[in-house]
């Protein structure tokens, strides 16, 4: 079996190198990988893609990031009002933005997944998120094509793995992560516990552990507000 | 507009889920929506869904007993009902997209007499703008219905020939409650339903840009 348990969490993310383009789940306080992106933080990474649903909550969260100005583009649905950091960041054209329907965001991240080059959806005709984009009809309805959102890593928060990289997630922690987890190249957990294989019942799995490349186990850090 | 009162927020939200059946799977957005959850009858049980990935979410928690992991779509601590569900964000919106939710009710800052929608941003606002869910939530759902103020603070109209604010999605809302009207959008143009108690289809339509249509005689009056 191969050793996806990693001791540290800046062990974790020690090759990830300036320009990547980086999932990170998380949804309301929820499922966010915030002991890996302090990690992140740490090592100083630079000119990251982040793709999030959105830009952190003040210091959390992916705060800390446009804080210390570690982003330089975003593809995300609700950058948020209280992603002050980010926000200024983007005032002042250091960091550019993508806006994107947040099902589409999702759906988009599964296309790569899936090995999809595109879709066509209904979502956005009409609306400035149309814009250079091709347009056509199919049964009547108007609908836009939308391409798949790749990346290199993928940052994200479960509950429990075994050491194959098995996932389960808790209450509504779920949100982005496993689509996340399907999507990048290389993706990099952390969780609350790490159990030994066969103990979590195969029916119980919610991320197969073929999505999962490293797995590093931290005491949560939650940022409210 | 007279002395004739204007419902409160409450009251739109009080008269919107008067729209709700039993068993509904029902998105709620934010603002006026999401005081909507305390005016469910008690004879109905509707499965409120969020795009976190839950159904079946129940009433707020209590002080205590708030997760924090169980979260709705403005971060807030809820709890569940029996026979609620969990799954993932790209699920959540396969119910919005695919037309697996019965109801939506959005907020609005405009909606067209054909029924497109703008809620998401303010023109000239600062800052990014924030999508969410409710581009997938507006264009998805079986039935949108709109909650949102007959006007603007400054009088203005919100129901117009044509939106001049950022569209949400196209043609997508079927029914506007606000705190004067409940008006259907139909294939031939807005059918005033029902006024605020004291107001009449003419009042509430020199509050209106787009033309309201009047099937009735006499419009009916809300019952709160």
């Known amino acids: 079996m191969k050793q996806k348990v990693f001791s540290s969490l800046d062990a974790a993310v020690a090759d990830i190198p300036d320009g990547a383009r980086i999932m990170f789940g998380g949804f309301g306080g929820a499922g966010f990988p915030n002991n890996l992106i302090e990690a992140l933080s740490r090592k100083g990474v630079k000119n990251i893609t982040a793709i999030s649903n959105n830009c952190g909550t003040r210091e959390g969260e ?32 250091e960091v550019t933005c993508e806006l994107v329907p947040q099902g589409i965001l999702c759906e988009r991240m ?31 309805k108007r609908c836009i094509l939308e391409k798949p959102i790749h990346a290199d890593f993928a940052l994200i928060k479960a509950q429990k793995a075994d050491d194959l990289g098995n996932l389960t997630y808790r209450l509504a922690a779920r949100n982005f992560n496993p689509i996340m987890a399907m999507a990048a190249k290389t993706t990099i957990v952390e969780v609350d516990e790490i159990v030994p294989l066969g103990t979590i019942d195969p029916e119980n799995v919610i991320t197969p552990a073929i999505f ?7 005491k949560g850090v939650r940022f409210t507000g | 507009m007279g002395d004739k009162q204007r419902l ?23 603002g006026i929506p999401n005081l909507i959850a305390d005016y469910v009858p008690k004879s109905v049980t509707v499965y409120f869904h969020s795009e976190n990935g839950i159904l079946g979410m129940g009433r707020r928690a209590k002080a205590g007993e708030e997760d924090y992991d169980l979260v709705d779509a403005m971060k807030v601590p809820v709890t569940l009902i029996p026979g609620a569900s969990f799954f993932h964000q790209a699920d959540a919106h396969l119910m919005t997209r695919g037309g ?19 809620n998401w941003k303010i023109p000239g606002a600062k800052g990014s703008g924030n999508i969410g869910g409710a581009m997938d939530i507006a264009t998805g759902s079986k039935k949108i219905i709109v909650c949102m103020e007959h006007n603007t603070k400054d009088g203005g109209a919100k129901i117009v020939n044509k939106c001049s604010y950022p569209l949400t999605a196209i043609e997508c809302v079927n029914t506007i409650v606000t705190d004067l009207a409940v008006i259907d959008v139909t294939k031939d143009g807005l059918m005033l339903r029902e006024v605020a108690p004291g107001w009449t289809a003419e009042a509430v339509q020199g509050c209106t840009e787009a033309k309201l249509n009047v099937r009735a005689a006499q419009v009916a009056e809300m019952r709160l």
């Open chain 1, 110 to 140: 599964r296309a790569a997944a899936a090995g999809l080059l595109g879709f066509y959806t209904s979502v956005g005709v009409g609306t400035e998120v149309a814009d250079g984009k091709e347009e056509r009809v199919i049964d009547g």
């Open chain 1, 212 to 218: 999962v490349h490293r797995i590093v186990q931290a």
């Open chain 2, 8 to 30: 409160t927020r409450e009251q739109i939200a009080q008269r919107a889920a008067q729209e709700l059946t039993d068993g509904a799977c029902v998105n709620l957005g934010w």
């Open chain 2, 100 to 118: 697996h939710l019965d109801v939506a009710v959005l907020g609005g800052f405009q909606v067209s007499e054909k029924g497109d929608l703008a």
């Open chain 1, 62 to 93: 992916l705060g800390i990031m446009f804080k210390n100005g570690q982003v330089r583009h975003v593809i995300a649905s609700f950058p948020g009002p209280h992603a002050n950091y980010f926000q200024q960041r983007f005032a002042s054209k």
